[in-house]
């Protein structure tokens, strides 16, 4: 195995690491980001947290520890902004926040949709924070996501994406609802929503062809 696939491994190990502990603050109805934003140490419940994925998951646990020398510097860096401002992100290509109600699995549905919402890397973090907080609160869709700074091969251009998800994209009046919440924190140009049915079939804009159901 050569150094790329080792490194390859230990994205995915991270990635899948990282949904697992945000998911069991989640449950707690604790989000990670407002323990790290208040300053609330938390890293007896990280370790606990550690050592449980440490023992589901063993040989990614191994992956974890070729990169990091141990599970204080993945600590260190969560308290630095990993995994919770994009502009500090290099582990993982996105960060999530799922409505504290939400199915983590509804995004995932065929039902589902998002509102596509492309940035300048300068406006991400403070545009994340604000549709982070709303969507825990309850007052946008039932998931959001942002790319971070980790950099992706298959970005076209250096602009950062945001999805906002809605459970039924046939769901016209509660698509809308969100957009126009969208517009209350300033995202006034003209974006497009799609269907997880076109994402799922591969279908992606291209010059001539568009795969937005939704466009406002």
């Known amino acids: 195995m050569d150094r790329s696939e080792i490194e390859s ?5 991270y990635g899948i690491f990282e949904h697992y502990l945000t998911t069991q603050f989640h449950l707690r109805k604790e989000p990670l980001y407002q323990l790290v934003e208040k300053g ?12 449980k994925f440490s023992e589901i998951y063993p040989e990614l646990a191994t992956r974890l520890e070729e990169r990091f020398t141990s599970p204080d510097e993945m600590y260190r860096l969560i308290i630095d902004g990993e995994g919770i401002i994009p502009t500090k992100t290099v582990q993982s290509y996105w960060i999530a926040q799922d409505a504290p109600d939400a199915d983590p699995h509804a995004t995932e549905d065929e039902k589902a949709g998002k ?16 549709i982070r907080d709303m969507t825990w609160l309850n007052e946008l869709g039932i998931s959001a996501k942002v790319s971070t700074a980790k950099k992706d091969p298959d970005s076209r251009d250096i602009r950062k994406v945001f999805y906002v998800y809605t459970a039924d994209w046939e769901n016209e009046d509660e698509v809308m609802q969100v957009r126009e919440k969208l517009r209350s924190i300033g995202i006034t140009d003209r974006i497009g929503y799609k269907r997880n049915i076109e994402t799922f079939k591969g279908e992606y804009a291209s010059r ?3 795969v937005t159901y939704y466009s406002a």
Not at 9 to 13: E, G, H, Q, T
Not at 40 to 51: A, E, G, L, M, V
């Open 9 to 13: 491994l230990a994205d995915i190990a």
């Open 115 to 130: 509102w596509l919402i492309f940035v300048m890397p300068d406006v991400v973090d403070e545009l994340w924070k604000k």
């Open 40 to 51: 609330i140490p938390f890293q007896t419940d990280f370790n606990n947290i550690y050592s």
């Open 208 to 210: 001539g062809k568009r």
